[in-house]
């Protein structure tokens, strides 16, 4: 079994006026449904177990997250998580991509959910935390223990887990000493977990205006695409790695 830690964002990526914690917005080939979401979809933990309706998926990609992962002000088929749900038919791999992304959602609200997200039967779960942490100036020393028992209870779930953290940054108003400790989070709790650390999610997307929403923060279509590109660098080979070792 392989697990992709997707870990934080810079602090406001995730968090829209009006996007509270806990508020549901998500979109790919099937959205789970999560305990404070407004969506009454089936039980993610049927969802990961039950494999896609044609049979051909026979393992399932979960992806946690906040509003970027939930694909906030795009189209459900624009969501950087279907995009690699595109990419895994193209390459014909038996995975099947899940989105439990929540808007606004904080590494301490990941904690409240993780023992539901657990119970699914999942391959590869990518979890993208810690942005809205950021934005709020939770102390460093917070967001990486709430990392630290988030990976945690993977590895007790799932001990055979492979995890991958990707490498996210907090935004230079936050002043140097805090986005400078933000940053040393990701690569400290992939060491502790065993876990590969992977580049930047918003890598060649942050700060351009041509490729985010007009808040300025949230990718459009076109940064999406960029950012399907930046996860799938790293997800490609490890999937192939896991459907040739046989998980």
């Given at each position: 079994?392989?697990?992709?830690?997707?870990?934080?964002?810079l602090p406001a990526a995730c968090k829209r006026?009006?996007?509270?914690?806990?508020?549901?917005?998500?979109?790919?080939?099937?959205?789970?449904?999560?305990?404070?979401?407004?969506?009454?979809?089936?039980?993610?933990?049927d969802i990961v177990a039950s494999?896609?309706?044609?049979?051909?998926?026979?393992?399932?990609?979960?992806?946690?997250?906040?509003?970027?992962t939930a694909g906030l002000g795009l189209n459900p088929d624009s969501a950087y998580p279907q995009l690699v749900q595109q990419k895994i038919e193209a390459d014909h791999l038996p995975f099947e991509v899940v989105n439990a992304g929540v808007s606004g959602e904080t590494t301490a609200g990941l904690l409240r959910r993780m023992d539901w997200l657990m119970r699914g039967k999942f391959?590869?779960?990518?979890?993208?935390?810690?942005?809205?942490?950021?934005?709020?100036?939770?102390?460093?020393?917070t967001v990486k223990e709430n990392l630290r028992n988030v990976l945690r209870q993977i590895r007790t779930a799932h001990p055979r887990a492979k995890v991958v953290v990707v490498q996210m940054e907090a935004p230079p108003n936050l002043g140097p000493s805090y986005t400078s400790a933000f940053h040393?989070?990701?690569p400290e709790v992939a060491r502790e977990a065993?876990?590969?650390?992977?580049?930047?999610l918003l890598q060649g997307v942050a700060g351009d205006r041509a490729l985010n929403?007009?808040?300025?923060?949230?990718?459009?279509?076109?940064?999406?695409?960029?950012?399907?590109?930046?996860?799938?660098?790293?997800?490609?080979?490890?999937?192939?790695?896991?459907?040739?070792?046989g998980l």
């Open positions: 079994m392989l697990i992709v830690v997707a870990a934080g964002v006026s009006g996007a509270g914690d806990g508020a549901a917005s998500a979109a790919t080939t099937r959205k789970a449904s999560t305990p404070s979401g407004s969506d009454s979809v089936r039980d993610s933990a494999g896609r309706a044609d049979g051909v998926a026979q393992h399932t990609v979960l992806f946690i997250g906040t509003s970027l391959d590869v779960v990518v979890i993208e935390s810690g942005a809205n942490d950021g934005l709020r100036g939770t102390p460093v020393a040393a989070i990701y065993g876990a590969t650390l992977m580049p930047f929403q007009a808040d300025g923060i949230h990718p459009n279509q076109r940064g999406e695409h960029i950012v399907a590109d930046n996860v799938w660098k790293s997800l490609e080979p490890l999937l192939k790695q896991a459907q040739a070792t």
